[in-house]
């Protein structure tokens, strides 16, 4: 199983943050620009990769003020989970954390690792910046 991983600190109480990213409909202000056709509710999301594939996911468990998993809601080329943690880190301020836990193979991991760090990061810097504007 490859981890890709990165946390970022957000000037927000953690239930504020917990509350943003359980909901679907929030993420689509942390995707970057290959990310096309965004359609979501509540606990689902659809949308497309430029030049890649269509992916949905769905949210798969939330823990309150702790973590939001989401998985595949349809067959996906390799297993995959995104899990967002956050925890309080004083004065208001939250640790934010994503982790994609994918099963690649070993050339899927040599075209896709880069890729997903960026993801990764990007996500992270896009939430601090949506939830400290």
Known sequence: MT???NQISIDKPVADVYAFLADC???EQLMPDSIYDWTST???ARFTIRN???LALKVDCRTENSTVVFVPAEKAPFDVALQWKVTPSGNDATL???VIEADLNMMMK???LKPLQKLV????EALKKTLEA
């Open 3 to 5: 981890v890709i991983k």
């Open 25 to 27: 409909n929030n993420h």
């Open 42 to 44: 509540r606990d689902e």
């Open 52 to 54: 890649m594939a269509k």
């Open 96 to 98: 934010a954390e994503l």
């Open 110 to 112: 040599m075209l896709a």
């Open 121 to 124: 990061d990007s996500q992270l």
